[in-house]
C-alpha cells in the first residue's frame, strides 16, 4: 500500500466536467483545468507541478463545487494516493 505524506494546497482553476462518482456513493469526480496552486500554511503543496494540467478530483455531491461545471473555482484541496485527490469542505 503506498502512503503519502499528509498535504493541503489551494487550487484555483475551470471546471470543464462533472460526473459520478463510481466509486465513492455521494461523491461527483470534477475534471479541473489547474491555472494555479498556492500553499496553505504549515503542508507540503503536492499540486504545484498539475499547473496547466487537467485533473481529477473527488467532491461531496451536495458541494458547491459539484454544482459549479464551466465556472472558475477555489478549491482546497489534499492528495490521498497516487492519481487520487478530493476537495476539502
Not at 14 to 26: H, W, Y
Not at 41 to 65: K, M, W, Y
Request: net charge negative; charged share 20%.
Amino acid at each position: 500500500m503506498v502512503q503519502i505524506v499528509e498535504n493541503h494546497a489551494e487550487i484555483s482553476g475551470t471546471i470543464i466536467g462533472s460526473a459520478p462518482d463510481p466509486e465513492l456513493p455521494g461523491f461527483v469526480v470534477l475534471t479541473i483545468r489547474v491555472d494555479g496552486a498556492h500553499d496553505v500554511e504549515g503542508s507540503p503543496n503536492l499540486f504545484c507541478h498539475d499547473i496547466g494540467q487537467t485533473i481529477h478530483v473527488h467532491a461531496r455531491s451536495d458541494s458547491a463545487a459539484a454544482t459549479a461545471e464551466g465556472n472558475s473555482v477555489r478549491l482546497r484541496v489534499k492528495k490521498v494516493g497516487p492519481g487520487r485527490s478530493f476537495a476539502e469542505e
